[in-house]
């Protein structure tokens, strides 16, 4: 079952923070988070694995609860390179691909 | 190795033709996925292989679609008889992991290949 990330579009000013969100009805073993500029493929940004990890990239970050079975992805000081689409992609117990969200297009400007 | 080739990168093909794509994954990368992408939709999961064999193929291909990894190799995705529906981009990734039954892991995605059925 496809995850729902919300919201569907933010746009910010370089510099700004934004959290993306990322939910499921169904109980997750791990969240994927990657991110797709225009025309270009998806890249991978990180793995939780359940646990409620946090982790962190630069100045991007996530968390994992498994309880709620959500994530969040936490962009701290945005920068003009972090504008792109953001997908996060949810894997179950016994399940061994990712199911992707319809994604959150991030813009920022200068 | 520069990354997961994808070819060709666009296709445009007349409403029930055959095509065929292929992905060459990271070399040293023994699972291989295929996906599925439209405008504004994240990749929908079609099959994945784990070696040269193929663990699951999604309960919304039809039976023209077919992909094969040949000695764990490259990978082929055939679609048949194309229907204006199948526009979409296909990616391919790539991953390694050590056992066939254990979660995704990290995915290295091709450029994709866009079709266009006319």
């Known amino acids: 079952q496809q995850p729902v990330q919300s919201p569907q579009a933010v746009i910010l000013r370089e510099g700004e923070d934004a959290v993306i969100n990322c939910s499921s009805s169904?109980?997750?073993?791990?969240v994927h988070w990657y991110r797709q500029k225009h025309g270009e493929a998806p890249v991978f940004l990180m793995i939780?694995?359940?646990?409620?990890e946090q982790k962190g990239h630069d100045k991007i970050s996530a968390s994992f609860n498994e309880k709620k079975q959500q994530s969040s992805l936490y962009l701290t000081a945005s920068q003009l390179s972090y504008s792109g689409t953001y997908f996060c992609?949810?894997?179950?117990?016994?399940?061994?691909?990712?199911?992707f969200g319809k994604g959150t297009l991030l813009t920022v400007n200068p | 190795d520069t990354g997961v080739s994808q070819d060709p990168r666009h296709k445009i093909t007349k409403r029930g033709q055959n095509v065929t794509f292929r992905c060459d994954p990271i070399s040293e990368h023994n699972r291989l996925y295929w996906y599925r992408q439209t405008l504004g939709q994240g990749p929908e999961f079609l099959t994945y292989?784990?070696?040269?064999?193929?663990?699951?193929k999604s309960r919304l291909l039809s039976d023209r679609f077919s992909a094969e990894r040949p000695k764990g190799s490259f990978s082929t995705l055939e679609i048949q008889r194309t229907e204006q529906g199948d526009s979409a981009m296909y990616l391919c990734?790539?991953?390694?992991?050590?056992?066939?039954?254990?979660?995704?892991?990290?995915?290295?995605f091709g450029e994709g290949s866009r079709l266009t059925v006319l």
């Open positions: 990734a790539s991953s390694f992991r050590k056992r066939a039954r254990t979660n995704t892991g990290e995915l290295f």
């Open positions: 939780l694995l359940k646990g409620g």
């Open positions: 292989f784990q070696n040269e064999a193929q663990l699951e």
């Open positions: 169904k109980a997750l073993y791990s």
């Open positions: 992609g949810t894997e179950g117990g016994s399940n061994y691909k990712l199911t």
